[in-house]
């Protein structure tokens, strides 16, 4: 096992990750080294394929490596029993991921509200914080809308929203500006920075939305399991490189 790294929001060295057995066996990730600081939005950027998404699950504790080291905040996931793993999630990783995964009987206040009412909280005051996130993606005027109602940029917003009802150290975002037009993509970025961001957070996200770039502090590009390179933002639209999927 690695040394964890406490100055770091994510600390990963020599990551290896694969799917199957035998000669059905898939290598995704190889040797993937790592880190996500504290105070900033790293991008993650790389064609349909490169292992982006599965990063992303080994970094929340939702897959396990199979073989390096994977730190949160100086914790060593591989070192968590899976009970410990679920309550480091609870409290401190907020997930924005491809699908929405709203629950459908439930209105976008509900929905936002159901971290909160797992912790334990109580329900008045798991409402009043999710109807205070929902107003700040924009969404104060659709509360009582049940997913069915809502448009797919805006169930988007709510499973942000729901992101960030337990103001997570660590946001994990899978895409989540792609359901989104450009002019709510950057507000919805903007949300991101000014109310998940924080010296002592960190937000890894996913996306080849080349609008929002500009958003982040970083860009880690992935082609093939591999880090090709990560670079300061300025640097990467210097070079004019757009990664599609």
Do not use: W, Y
């Amino acid at each position: 096992m690695g040394e964890c790294e406490r100055q770091t929001g994510v600390h990963l060295r020599g990551v290896n990750k694969g799917f199957g057995e035998g000669e059905t066996r898939i290598e995704v990730l190889h040797g993937i080294d790592l880190d996500v600081k504290l105070g900033e939005i790293l991008l993650v950027a790389g064609p349909s394929g490169s292992g982006k998404t599965t990063l992303l699950c080994l970094m929340a504790g939702l897959l396990d490596a199979d073989a390096g080291s994977i730190c949160v905040f100086g914790t060593n996931l591989q070192a968590l029993a899976a009970d410990d793993k679920t309550a480091l999630r609870a409290k401190e990783i907020g997930f924005v991921f491809q699908q929405f995964n709203l629950l459908p009987a439930l209105s976008a206040l509900e929905n936002a509200a159901i971290p909160l009412l797992v912790q334990g909280r109580s329900r008045r005051e798991a409402l009043a914080r999710a109807a205070a996130n929902l107003e700040h993606v924009g969404l104060q005027h659709r509360l009582r809308s049940s997913p069915a109602n809502l448009s797919g940029g805006e169930q988007q917003r709510v499973a942000i929203a729901r992101a960030l009802a337990t103001n997570p150290r660590l946001l994990i975002c899978d895409e989540p500006t792609a359901a989104l037009d450009g002019e709510t993509g950057a507000k919805i970025m903007t949300v991101l920075r000014e109310t998940a961001l924080r010296p002592d957070r960190s937000i890894v996200l996913v996306t080849h939305d080349n609008r929002v770039f500009h958003f982040g502090d970083r860009l880690a590009r992935i082609t093939d399991g591999r880090i090709l390179s990560v670079e300061a933002i300025q640097a990467a639209r210097r070079a004019g490189q757009g990664d599609e999927e």
